[in-house]
């Protein structure tokens, strides 16, 4: 018989090896499914993986795995470090959204003159509404205990209104016939987001993504407040006998992945999708969450969980093009990712013996 | 890769293509297709997969299709069309609006490829336009609705306000009330194209005001499954509905892609695709009219089927003065039609209609 028997202290080494053998685990499993719906598993395999880095068109998807990348790296760098407290941002979408909006806010109203420094005041004002609708769940939970949970996640169906009512209302393009949506800021060049270097694929959000990531490992590492937020969320009560203030970290972390989700919806709404639309957001909120856990909660896992993710959306794609394969299978394979990933990370806390009975 | 190493190598295709003409002749003409949905939805994107459907049963052998589903408006679309694109096709038609300006971005890196936007405005040297006149089918169902009301009182579900959506209900309300000077208009803006939830809310609540027949715009079927709970009628929309036939779903107004793909396709292999904005009705076959059931007296089938036959000759246009807008302003004087423009940026509902227009 096999038991699970907690470790004293989580392992090192399971630590690195769960997220690689729920990697693993994921192609097995996704194999076995094709093979059941009738394709060829190995080719499938090949084509999302392998193709998208070094298929025939892997000029182009290489790239673009960066630009899909970049919004899930950002958001999820933020929302580790509150998950590293214990403080559950499931709201990102809804911080997305609205920085995507109070960015655009700025775009729009400046249309269309022509001066440099519209493209950072817009970053700040994708940053600053991220934070503000972080803002909301942080001081419900301070002021009245409101889970952030529940708080963050309802906002995320606010902010969806609010995008639908912006496109359909105070932003729709006064040149667009009637139809829903703001201007397109592609094509407003002091406003877009265009890609820094030809044929690297790289826009401001990739260099933000990075940023991010080196920002927040620093944080977690290296500063007073990293160490705070690494000790409520082990030992909430002794983070208190050392003086850490709960309501000071909430805010802290529900601002600061509120901010950085608010930066990617600009950078987004700048760049790839170039206009507010009532379909704005596009779950990259969500999915972030699977990269932040995929990266066990560490900035440089985080990095490689967000090329991996965007390596699925893409390879998806190409299955599809290719292969015929149904675009749900992109979903299927996420959610068996985060599913394995959960299954195997009790090897981490729990280790397995066999015990003989007589 | 850059757009100028991606222009190098569909030059360096296409040069390679005309080096062996022989080849080039027998390759199958690669035709994509871009869908905002999965193409299980029994709607939108299914009908536009019909189509595609429809265009391998005419050429056969001499194309081959594909198709991206469930594509999201927004971030994705242009890396998903350029994907298309890089797979080869030469022909690739996106299906839903918000794909528009991504249309644009990416032909402009592929001059020698041929797009296609559904429900779309602009146009340039590689990019057409194709559209469907439902107000046309809007005509014929809405003389149906004033026929069939017991209560005087017809129901629109709405999805946004949207020109295609306002010709509709004017197109519906304007046919109603020409067979039945009484009738009354009640408008729900359901703010959504599918969501059986709030489109079945939305129905009981136009039936909870007295409506006994409804006219849908957003494509799921829950609608009629309230209509039948309570036996009143309505309309299928984007499918044909017929699992809902004979009642509630008396007849529908569908959207039939495939007359515009063959048509398309065709000219794209004989060489004389030009990118144009094509605005089909009934008489192009775009709009289709689905089977009017027994449930509908025979006197009102012949008469809703003469308003078809009618409109599709192009004797007849559902926007004949004399009109007025709904503030009392005059639109069309008598024996007027209302021009292309007009249409497509209607913003105002006509004179009888009160219920509220949301700017």
Request: with cysteine; net charge negative; aromatic share 10%.
């Amino acid at each position: 018989m096999i038991r699970l028997v907690p470790r004293t202290e989580t392992s090192a080494f399971w630590q690195i090896a769960t997220p690689v053998m729920a990697v693993a685990a994921t192609m097995l499993a996704g194999g076995l499914l094709f093979a059941i719906m009738g394709y060829d598993p190995v080719s499938a395999i090949r084509t999302i993986f392998w193709d998208p880095l070094f298929g025939p068109a892997a000029g182009y998807s290489r790239q673009q795995l960066l630009v899909k990348a970049a919004p899930l790296i950002l958001i999820a760098s933020g929302l580790a470090v509150g998950f590293r407290a214990g403080i559950w941002n499931i709201g990102a979408e809804g911080q997305y959204i609205i920085g995507a909006i109070t960015g655009a806010a700025v775009a729009l109203a400046a249309y269309p003159a022509p001066e440099m420094w519209i493209f950072p005041a817009m970053v700040v004002a994708g940053a600053l509404g991220g934070w503000a609708w972080g803002m909301i769940p942080a001081l419900l939970r301070n002021w009245f205990g409101a889970s952030e949970i529940l708080v963050s996640l309802m906002l995320v169906y606010v902010a969806q209104r609010i995008a639908a009512w912006m496109a359909f209302g105070p932003m729709k393009n006064p040149e667009g016939f009637g139809m829903p949506g703001s201007r397109n800021l592609q094509q407003y060049p002091a406003a877009s987001n265009p890609e820094l270097i030809a044929g690297t694929g790289a826009h401001w959000g990739v260099v933000a993504a990075a940023a991010a990531v080196l920002a927040t490992w620093f944080l977690m590492s290296r500063h007073i407040r990293g160490f705070h937020i690494r000790a409520a969320g082990t030992a909430p009560r002794a983070a208190r006998f050392a003086g850490v203030k709960p309501e000071t970290l909430v805010a802290f972390c529900l601002g600061l992945s509120g901010a950085l989700a608010g930066m990617a919806g600009l950078f987004e709404v700048a760049g790839p999708a170039g206009q507010i639309t009532d379909k704005v957001g596009v779950g990259y909120g969500f999915t972030a969450i699977i990269v932040a856990f995929l990266g066990r909660l560490h900035p440089v896992g985080i990095l490689l969980a967000g090329l991996l993710l965007a390596l699925t959306y893409i390879g998806g794609e190409l299955a599809q093009l290719t292969m015929n394969l149904p675009a749900a299978t992109v979903q299927v394979f996420q959610g068996m990712l985060l599913f394995f990933l959960l299954g195997f990370d009790l090897l981490t806390r729990y280790r397995l013996t066999r015990r003989v009975t007589a | 890769m850059n757009r100028r190493q991606l222009i190098a190598s569909v030059a360096a295709m296409t040069t390679i293509s005309l080096a062996l003409p022989g080849w080039a002749q027998e390759d199958p003409l690669k035709v994509g297709f871009i869908y905002v949905g999965p193409v299980s939805d029994g709607g939108w994107t299914y009908q536009h997969d019909q189509g595609r459907l429809a265009v391998e049963a005419e050429f056969g052998d001499r194309v081959e299709t594909t198709y991206l589903e469930n594509v999201p408006e927004g971030v994705d679309a242009e890396r998903a069309l350029t994907q298309l694109a890089l797979a080869g096709n030469d022909v690739i038609y996106a299906t839903s609006f918000g794909y528009m300006d991504a249309v644009i971005n990416v032909a402009a890196k592929f001059p020698d490829i041929k797009f296609e936007h559904n429900t779309g405005y602009k146009r340039t040297e590689n990019v057409g336009t194709y559209d469907g006149r439902f107000y046309e089918g809007r005509a014929v169902t809405g003389t149906i609705a004033g026929r069939m009301t017991q209560s005087n009182k017809i129901g629109y579900i709405a999805t946004f306000p949207i020109p295609e959506v306002i010709q509709g209900i004017n197109s519906a309300y304007i046919h109603a009330k020409k067979v039945n000077p009484d009738v009354e208009m009640r408008v729900v803006w359901a703010y959504t194209w599918f969501d059986p939830a709030k489109e079945a809310d939305a129905a009981n609540a136009l039936m909870a005001e007295g409506v006994d027949v409804i006219l849908q715009h957003t494509n799921s079927t829950a609608p009629l499954a309230q209509l039948q709970q309570q036996g009143k009628i309505g309309f299928g929309q984007a499918s044909d509905m017929a699992s809902f036939a004979p009642s509630p779903r008396v007849s529908s107004v569908y959207n039939n892609w495939g007359a515009h793909y063959v048509k398309s396709v065709g000219r794209v292999l004989d060489g004389t695709w030009q990118p144009e904005g094509v605005w089909g009705g009934i008489g192009d076959g775009i709009v289709a009219i689905g089977e009017i059931t027994d449930a509908v007296p025979a006197e009102v089938k012949a008469e809703a089927e003469s308003l078809r036959d009618k409109i599709a000759a192009g004797e007849y246009h559902p926007f004949t003065g004399p009109l007025n807008k709904a503030d009392g302003s005059a639109w069309l004087a008598d024996g007027q039609t209302a021009t292309d423009e007009e249409l497509s940026g209607m913003n105002f509902f006509v004179e009888g209609i009160t219920a509220e227009l949301p700017q």
